[in-house]
Structure formats: structure tokens, C-alpha cells
């Protein structure tokens, strides 16, 4: 049976700030089948950060709960990776040791931690740059090590928030077409936050929209374009969806704040 399946079921998240409780996410319910790409897009603090803190287990919920293969999440866990816009490398390993170093979890013999981190760095294209220090490899180059050391730990889910959001527009198409070959490979479920409306219809199978904090789910599209997947060449269909979505953000965007919660 397909593992990887994520259910969330009315979930809200509040934070505690300096004007006291804030409602991050309210109500929140969403399924991710296994081996799916799902993306979130949303206004700023609607809570999709939030959200992925939660099925990493670093945020517990207020009310609702989060379950991975039918057990519930209540902490951090490997079969869940999770890759943030900063690269999170530390600058004193080599790229083959940051990746080592998330293998160090499962105690495996020292031969095989490095082969499967020299693996995994092969698969992003590193395999020659092993050796080399955060500090002399490039922005792309170092989100490449940060996917390597999440992948070579077989995560049944991989959740990543806004990745890419500190890359050049170049290198950041790129590293969308290097990730979808990934993932192809390894078929984890992946949950992709990202504000960039285009990046999402590029690589995701379902995008959802979320509300104006406290965030909610308003809205879903499913897309059935195949990939390699470009709006330039995807017909008048996607075009409209990106359209939807541009407005229903720009409603978000310009309605009065919510201040009942």
C-alpha cells in the first residue's frame, strides 16, 4: 500500500505575540494522497509557514489534528524532510557531511552513510562538489545540498516553504525542473508553500488557496496538464486558472481584516 498519505482535519494553530493569542489557521481540513504535489498559495500571514510547522510536528495544534498514514503526529519525525528558503547548512561541514549528517539519525555503518549521502548528492548534480564548503558554492548550489540530505533520508513526505523564494529567476527554474526529477525518483508527498502563483501551477498536481489570515482553504484547483508544464505552452485552460487565482488573491489582499478573532 502507497504510504506518504497526510490528513488534516479541522486544524487550527494560534500564536502567542505581544497583542496576546493570534488564530494563525482555522478549521483547516486537506488530504494529500500519497505521492501527490500539492502547493499552498496565499496572501502574506495566512498561516501557510504555519501550517507546515504543524505537519512537521514543531507546532502543535490548538484544535484538530494531523495524521500521517493514519497515526497522528505529535512531534518531529524522519519520514518527514522539510526544506526552508534558507539553506540551513552548516558552514563548517563539507556538502557530503551536511548531508551525512542528516543520515546520523539512523545509526547506520559509517560506509554506508557516505555512500548514500554521495548518492544523494549525485543526484542533484553535486557529486563533484562533495568536498567543497557552503561558503564556495553558490545559492543554487547550496539549496542542491540542502535537497540532497533531505531526500537521502527517504522522508514519506517532503515539505518545503518557499524554497526557492531567494534564488534568480534563472537559477530558480532550474532548480524547479532538478526538483521534479527528484522527485519523480522518489515519489514522497510533497506540500510546496510558495507566493509564487506560476511555481506552483508549474509543479504542483493540486493548488489550493488560502484566505487573509486566519488562514482558511478557499479555494482548489486540480491540474491535469502534463508535465514539463509551461503556461506559455499549456493552453488557454491553465491561463484561466492563474487568472482565478491572481483575483482571488487580490480579494484577499484588499478586504478589511477580520477582527472577531
Given at each position: 500500500?502507497?504510504?506518504?498519505?497526510?490528513?488534516?482535519?479541522?486544524?487550527?494553530?494560534?500564536?502567542?505575540?505581544d497583542?496576546?493569542?493570534?488564530?494563525?489557521l482555522t478549521?483547516?481540513?486537506?488530504?494529500l494522497?500519497p505521492?501527490?504535489?500539492?502547493?499552498?498559495?496565499?496572501?502574506s500571514?495566512?498561516?501557510?509557514?504555519s501550517?507546515?510547522?504543524?505537519?512537521?510536528?514543531?507546532?502543535?495544534?490548538?484544535?484538530?489534528?494531523?495524521?500521517?498514514?493514519?497515526?497522528?503526529?505529535?512531534?518531529?519525525?524522519?519520514?518527514?524532510?522539510?526544506?526552508?528558503?534558507?539553506?540551513?547548512?552548516?558552514?563548517w561541514?563539507?556538502?557530503?557531511?551536511?548531508?551525512?549528517?542528516?543520515?546520523?539519525?539512523?545509526?547506520?555503518?559509517?560506509h554506508?552513510?557516505?555512500?548514500?549521502?554521495?548518492?544523494?548528492?549525485?543526484e542533484?548534480?553535486?557529486?563533484?562538489?562533495?568536498?567543497k564548503?557552503?561558503?564556495?558554492?553558490?545559492g543554487?548550489?547550496?539549496?542542491?545540498?540542502?535537497?540532497?540530505r533531505?531526500?537521502?533520508?527517504?522522508?514519506?513526505?517532503?515539505?518545503?516553504?518557499?524554497?526557492?523564494?531567494?534564488?534568480?529567476?534563472?537559477?530558480?527554474?532550474?532548480m524547479?525542473?532538478?526538483?521534479?526529477?527528484?522527485?519523480?525518483?522518489?515519489?514522497?508527498?510533497v506540500?510546496?508553500v510558495t507566493h509564487?502563483?506560476?511555481?506552483?501551477?508549474?509543479l504542483a498536481d493540486?493548488?489550493?488557496?488560502?484566505?487573509?489570515?486566519?488562514?482558511r482553504?478557499?479555494?482548489?484547483?486540480?491540474?491535469?496538464?502534463?508535465r514539463?508544464?509551461?503556461?506559455?505552452?499549456?493552453g488557454?485552460?491553465?491561463?484561466?486558472?492563474?487568472?482565478?487565482?491572481?483575483?482571488?488573491?487580490?480579494?484577499q489582499?484588499?478586504?478589511?481584516a477580520?477582527?472577531?478573532?
Amino acid at each position: 500500500m502507497p504510504t506518504g498519505r497526510v490528513r488534516i482535519e479541522n486544524l487550527t494553530l494560534r500564536h502567542d505575540g505581544d497583542a496576546g493569542c493570534i488564530d494563525a489557521l482555522t478549521g483547516c481540513s486537506l488530504t494529500l494522497a500519497p505521492g501527490s504535489f500539492t502547493a499552498l498559495v496565499g496572501p502574506s500571514g495566512c498561516g501557510k509557514s504555519s501550517l507546515v510547522s504543524a505537519i512537521a510536528g514543531f507546532l502543535a495544534p490548538v484544535d484538530g489534528h494531523i495524521t500521517l498514514d493514519g497515526r497522528r503526529i505529535t512531534g518531529p519525525s524522519p519520514e518527514v524532510g522539510v526544506i526552508f528558503q534558507q539553506y540551513a547548512l552548516f558552514p563548517w561541514f563539507t556538502a557530503l557531511n551536511n548531508v551525512r549528517y542528516g543520515l546520523r539519525q539512523f545509526a547506520l555503518p559509517r560506509h554506508e552513510e557516505r555512500a548514500r549521502a554521495q548518492a544523494a548528492l549525485a543526484e542533484v548534480g553535486l557529486e563533484a562538489d562533495a568536498d567543497k564548503y557552503p561558503e564556495q558554492l553558490s545559492g543554487g548550489m547550496q539549496q542542491r545540498v540542502a535537497i540532497a540530505r533531505t531526500f537521502a533520508t527517504d522522508p514519506r513526505v517532503l515539505l518545503m516553504d518557499e524554497p526557492f523564494g531567494a534564488l534568480d529567476a534563472q537559477t530558480r527554474a532550474q532548480m524547479q525542473d532538478l526538483l521534479l526529477d527528484v522527485w519523480h525518483k522518489h515519489r514522497a508527498t510533497v506540500l510546496l508553500v510558495t507566493h509564487d502563483v506560476d511555481e506552483a501551477l508549474r509543479l504542483a498536481d493540486d493548488v489550493h488557496v488560502m484566505s487573509r489570515g486566519p488562514g482558511r482553504l478557499i479555494r482548489h484547483y486540480a491540474l491535469s496538464q502534463p508535465r514539463p508544464r509551461t503556461l506559455s505552452h499549456s493552453g488557454d485552460a491553465l491561463l484561466q486558472v492563474r487568472d482565478e487565482i491572481f483575483a482571488l488573491l487580490r480579494q484577499q489582499i484588499d478586504r478589511p481584516a477580520d477582527l472577531s478573532t
